[in-house]
C-alpha cells in the first residue's frame, strides 16, 4: 500500500511515541499480534452456508466492509449477512434469504443491550429456535447478553475491555464472520501488522503529516472526503464514516467545545458525477483523500467497436476497464490538485486481505493521532445516550 | 405528505411568484403534467424479466432512488439494475445477472456522449447484439448518441432540453425503466403534481421558509444532513446528494465567489450508531431533515419472548417494529431539539407512488428556491468539465 500526498507537512517523531504510550492503554494498537486459533478452529468445525450478524454499527459495519471488498472479485460461497437495522421490511427481506438449517446466527452486541440487535434477536429466536448450534453470542465479558448466552449453553467470545465498538474489527467482532466465509483472517491481520510495524519503525509517517496538517488547518478544512475509485470500496467509506465521525465529532476534553471533522465516503466515478462539482466550486472546507486500486486484476476490455456517429469516442476501444477507472481516477486528482485542496491518494495493491487489512489499521491510526492533538477522547459516544434514553423512556411507557 | 417544522421564519409570497415566471424557462417544474401515453404504450408491449440501465449520474441515481424504495415492499417480478461503473469488477458482476433473451438495455445519456455509459455499450454490444428488440436510447435530441441510434434502427425517447440529467428522473429517465418494472408512474406523477399544486396555490409554505433559513444562516450552517428513517431510501438519498451538491456547490453568478451547500445522506437507526454523535456533540454546523414513514404497512412484532438476565429489554416485547423505528425516529428528533439544531422532519404516509413522488418534486423546488437567493445557475456542472477534458487527454494519448 502506498500513500502519495500532495501537501507539505514538518514531521513529529513524538508522535510515534504518543501513540506507543497509549497502546498500552487503548486495545485497537495490538489487535494485529493476537492469537487466532480458537476463532480459526471454530470456523473451521462448522459447515454452513450462510453467516448471519446481527449488530449494528461498530458491531456490523467493519466486517460488512471487508466482506464487501473481497466479496466482489472471490465470490465466496458462503454468504455473510447482516441484521442491522429495525426497519420491518428489511428485516423481512433478509429472513427471507435464509435457509433454517444451513445458516448460523452471530449476536454481536459490545454492551448486550442493544435495543436494535436484541429486538430482532428476540424475533428470530421464534423462528429459530437458537441453541448451541446456530447462534453464537460475540459481547462484552459479564454484559448481560454474556449471562443470556450462558444460560443457553451458547458459545461466547468476548470483545477485549479496551476495544471500542467502531475500533473492534480486528476482535472477534470481525474476525469471527469473515472466518466462517473464508477470508484468510491471518492475511488481514499481516495487512494490519504490516502497517502497524511500519508506523512504529518510523517508515510511515505520512500519517503523522497528515494528522497534523488536519488539526492546524481544522478552521478552514472541517470536512474530510474520501473518494475510493471502486465500488467494493462503498462497505468501507461506511465504516470510515462511523470511525472518524463519532470519534471525533466531540466536545473537547479541556475546553468542553464542540469540534469534530466531518467525514464524506465517496465512490468514483460515480460521484464524479455527483459530489466532484461541489468539491470543485463549492467552498474550500474539504480535504480529499483518494483511494485507488493498483491492480484490479482484471482483463475486461473495451472492444474495437466502431460506433458510427459515436467516433469520437473510439479513442475508448482497447482500454481495459482497469485502466480506464484509474485514468478517470488520475483525472479527478489532476482536477482536484488544480483547485488546491489538500489532496493525498492511497494506492491498495489489490483486492486482497492484505490491501483492507492495512488500510483499516491506517485510518484507526489515523484517527488516534488527530484525536490526541485535539485533546478529545476518541473511545467514547457521550453524544448518543440521551436519544437512547429518551427511547428507553418511551418503550417503558408503551 | 406533511412536514413540521421545528424553526421559525418568515414567509414571502413572492418566491411563488419567482418560481412561477422561472418555470416557464427550467423544464423540471411541469414534468408533473406530463402525457405518459408513450411510454406506457412502449413498456405494456415489452415482455421481459430484467431491465438493465446503462447510465451514470442523473441518468441513473432517480430511477434508482424510487426503484429500491418501492421494491423494498413491492418485490416486483421484474427487476432493474443499473451500469454506472466503470468498475470492471462491478460490470462483470452485473453480466453474471442477466439472461440473454430476457432482458431489455436501456442506454441513457443526456449529453449522449459519458465516457462511462459509452464504453459499457461497446463492451455489452459484444455480448448482446444491440438491436431494436433489446436496447433503447434515452438521449437529448440530436445528440451523436441519438444519430447512432438511428443507424441502428433503435427506439429513441428524448429528454428534453430545458431539464438538466440531475432533474430528469421525471422524463423517460425514470419513467421507462419504472414503468418496465411495473410502477405506476401516473400515481408517481400525481404525487409530484399535489405536491406542486400545493406550493403554487401557497399551501406548502414549508419549503420557503427553509429555502429563507438555508440561505440567511449560510454562514453557521453550511452542511444539511437527511436522516431517513427507513432502508428503502438508501437510493433516495444518493439522489439527494447529487441534486443538493451538484445543483448547489458552484461560483456566484455575481461575485464568482465559490459557495455550496454540503449534502449528507443518513439512514436511521443504523447512522444513530455512527454519524449521530457527530451531529449531536460536533461542529454546530448541521440542518437536519428527518425523513420517517408514517405507515410501513407491515406488522413485524417483537414477540412475548423473555430473555433469562436480558430482563432489562423486556420492555420490547409486543412492539411493532415498526411503531419502534418510529419511536427510534422521534427520539432522536427530541434529542437533536436538546442541542438547538435547525431541525425540521417530513412524514411520508407510505411506501408509495405518490409519496416518493411529492419527495422528489419537494426536493427540485427546494434546490430551485435555494439557488435563486444564492444568485447561482442550478441546472450546469461547470465544475466537472476539467476532469473529463484531463481525461480525454490522457485517452487520445494511450
Redesign the interface.
Known amino acids: 500500500m502506498t500513500n502519495d500526498l500532495f501537501f507539505d507537512e514538518f514531521i513529529a517523531k513524538d508522535f510515534i511515541r504518543q501513540a506507543s504510550i497509549q497502546s498500552h492503554r487503548i486495545g485497537f494498537y495490538n489487535l494485529p499480534d493476537q492469537d487466532t486459533t480458537r476463532i480459526l478452529d471454530f470456523a473451521k468445525s462448522k459447515d454452513v452456508e450462510l453467516i448471519a450478524v446481527i449488530g449494528?454499527?461498530?458491531s456490523s459495519?467493519g466486517a460488512e466492509a471487508i466482506y464487501n471488498f473481497l466479496n466482489?472479485?472471490n465470490h465466496y460461497a458462503r454468504k455473510l449477512i447482516f441484521f442491522?437495522?429495525?426497519?420491518?421490511?428489511?428485516?423481512?427481506?433478509k429472513i427471507n434469504l435464509i435457509k433454517k438449517d444451513r445458516t448460523i446466527f452471530l449476536i454481536i452486541s459490545k454492551s448486550?443491550?442493544t435495543?436494535?440487535s436484541?429486538?430482532i434477536?428476540?424475533?428470530l429466536?421464534?423462528l429459530f429456535n437458537f441453541n448451541r448450534e446456530n447462534l453464537i453470542v460475540i459481547t462484552d465479558k459479564n454484559s448481560?447478553?454474556e449471562?443470556?448466552g450462558?444460560?443457553r449453553n451458547l458459545e461466547i467470545f468476548h470483545i477485549p475491555d479496551n476495544v471500542g465498538?467502531r475500533y473492534s474489527v480486528l476482535t472477534a467482532v470481525g474476525l469471527l464472520p469473515l472466518a466462517l466465509v473464508g477470508v484468510n483472517i491471518n492475511s488481514l491481520l499481516q495487512g494490519a501488522k504490516n502497517l502497524k510495524n511500519s508506523f512504529f519503525s518510523g517508515n510511515y509517517d505520512q500519517i503523522i503529516q497528515k494528522a497534523i496538517y488536519y488539526v492546524k488547518y481544522y478552521n478552514i478544512y472541517?470536512?474530510n472526503c474520501l473518494f475510493s475509485?471502486?465500488?467494493?470500496l462503498r462497505g468501507f467509506n461506511?465504516w470510515y464514516?462511523?470511525l472518524w465521525?463519532?470519534s471525533?465529532?466531540?466536545?473537547q476534553l479541556s475546553s468542553a467545545l464542540?469540534?469534530?471533522?466531518?467525514p464524506?465516503g465517496l465512490?468514483g466515478?460515480?460521484d464524479?458525477?455527483?459530489?466532484?462539482?461541489?468539491?470543485?466550486?463549492?467552498?474550500?472546507?474539504?480535504t480529499v483523500t483518494v483511494i485507488k486500486i493498483k491492480d484490479?486484476e482484471?482483463n475486461?476490455?473495451?472492444?474495437e467497436?466502431r460506433?458510427?456517429?459515436?467516433e469520437?469516442?473510439d479513442?475508448?476501444?482497447n482500454?481495459?476497464?482497469?485502466?480506464?477507472?484509474n485514468?478517470?481516477c488520475?483525472?479527478?486528482i489532476?482536477?482536484l490538485e488544480?483547485v488546491n485542496l489538500p489532496l493525498d491518494v492511497i494506492e491498495l495493491e489489490s483486492?486482497s486481505e492484505e490491501s483492507i487489512g492495512g488500510l483499516i489499521y491506517y485510518y484507526e491510526l489515523l484517527t488516534a493521532l488527530v484525536a490526541m492533538q485535539l485533546n478529545i477522547n476518541a473511545y467514547d459516544?457521550?453524544?448518543?445516550e440521551?436519544?437512547?434514553k429518551?427511547?428507553?423512556n418511551?418503550?417503558?411507557k408503551?
Not at 442491522?84 to 427481506?93: A, E, G, L, M, V
Not at 475509485?229 to 467494493?232: I, M, R, T
Not at 482500454?319 to 477507472?325: E, R
Open positions: 449494528i454499527g461498530g459495519l466482489s472479485k442491522d437495522s429495525t426497519d420491518p421490511i428489511s428485516i423481512q427481506n448486550g443491550t435495543v436494535e436484541i429486538s434477536l428476540k424475533y429466536d421464534q448481560p447478553l449471562k443470556f450462558e444460560t465498538g472541517s470536512l475509485y471502486s465500488e467494493s461506511s464514516v462511523q465521525g463519532e471525533l465529532g466531540k466536545r464542540k469540534i469534530g471533522f466531518t464524506i465512490i466515478p460515480t464524479q458525477h455527483s459530489f466532484l462539482q461541489l468539491i470543485m466550486e463549492g467552498r474550500t472546507d474539504k484490479f482484471n475486461l476490455t473495451v472492444p467497436n460506433f458510427k456517429n459515436l469520437s469516442l479513442m475508448l476501444n482500454i481495459k476497464f482497469a485502466d480506464l477507472i485514468m478517470q488520475d483525472s479527478t489532476k482536477a488544480s483486492i459516544q457521550p453524544g448518543v440521551l436519544g437512547k429518551i427511547l428507553k418511551k418503550m417503558s408503551n
